[in-house]
């Protein structure tokens, strides 16, 4: 596994040498979907689901690539200042399922993507993601923006979901910082998203702070310990593992909703990615499935029909 470079905090950490936990951690894009491939070939060296986590690096390595040769329409001025005097996310993901650039970098990742190998049932999707007609594409398009995916359809979706991913990044990080604001619990403050997972890290001389990870613009805001990011509540919140009590991946599980997220402990193991490793344990989402009444609240594209 390479050498990971730290996420930068908001410039406001700092203040009268004091420190103050940041709300938003942000990555560069390209820096990050290069941590996330390199994570998941680490992952796939030890791992059941060795085929699906390459499959996944050489996508997330695409992606890297395709970043530096995307590059949207930032978001307007005005639309920011209406977000923020209405206590909405900066981004409005609802606007983007017809938008010609993302449609773009759609076709631009499909074709990239012949390249790779796969099993044929998938080869098929991706051939039909690129004959698909643009209405056909915006459908595709929209349900991933809804964090919403037909599980008859998972493999084209999978697809639109890695552009979705590209897009928003780049969307995401040329938002003011300043302007990004708490919108209500596990919602991203910058395009409205749901949490893959959340982590628990260190910062400087702040220990053991969490923050939600969006599973599309990967945009991570902090977010009080011990709560449930689905509805809120402080109250019946428990924590169940695949492995051992000190393991680095768990379920917050919720009681008073009956859901679960995953909670990443990068203060035990620095290297945990949010999309990766939530792939990677997908051992503690068949443990929860099949051995609880509980239902997963995080949304990661990668992992639908598991």
């Not at 894009?29 to 996330?36: K, N």
């Not at 009681?255 to 679960?260: D, G, I, L, T």
């Not at 999309?275 to 989402?285: Q, T």
Request: glycine share 6%; net charge negative; charged share 20%.
């Amino acid at each position: 596994m390479g050498k990971n470079t730290p996420i930068q905090p908001d410039p406001s950490f700092i203040t009268g040498g004091v420190a103050k936990t940041p709300f938003v951690l942000r990555q560069e894009p390209v820096q990050q979907f290069t941590q996330r491939a390199e994570r998941l070939r680490f992952l796939a060296q030890s791992s059941d689901l060795a085929a699906y986590l390459e499959f996944l690096a050489d996508l997330a390595s695409i992606q890297a690539e395709l970043v530096q040769q995307h590059a949207p329409a930032p978001i307007r001025a005005e639309q920011i200042s209406q977000a923020v005097e209405s206590g909405l996310p900066l981004i409005n993901r609802a606007s983007l399922a017809h938008d010609a650039s993302l449609h773009d970098c759609l076709q631009a990742l499909c074709k990239a993507a012949q390249a790779l190998a796969m099993p044929e049932p998938a080869r098929q999707a991706l051939e039909a993601v690129l004959d698909a007609s643009h209405e056909d594409r915006s459908w595709l398009l929209a349900n991933v923006l809804a964090d919403t995916i037909p599980a008859d359809s998972i493999a084209p979706h999978l697809l639109a979901a890695a552009a979705v991913q590209v897009h928003l990044s780049q969307l995401a990080a040329g938002l003011p910082v300043e302007a990004l604001r708490p919108v209500a619990t596990g919602v991203c403050p910058a395009c409205g998203g749901r949490p893959a997972t959340s982590s628990v890290i260190g910062l400087r001389d702040i220990e053991n702070v969490r923050y939600a990870s969006c599973s599309c613009c990967a945009t991570q805001w902090n977010e009080v310990r011990i709560k449930c990011l689905c509805c809120g509540s402080t109250k019946g919140i428990s924590y169940r593992s695949a492995e051992t009590a000190d393991a680095t991946v768990k379920a917050e599980v919720c009681s008073e909703c009956n859901h679960w997220v995953k909670v990443l402990y990068q203060v035990r193991n620095a290297s945990l990615e949010p999309i990766a490793d939530d792939v990677g344990s997908l051992g503690l989402d068949m443990l929860m499935k099949n051995e609880t009444p509980f239902t997963k609240g995080g949304f990661n594209p990668f992992l639908v029909g598991y």
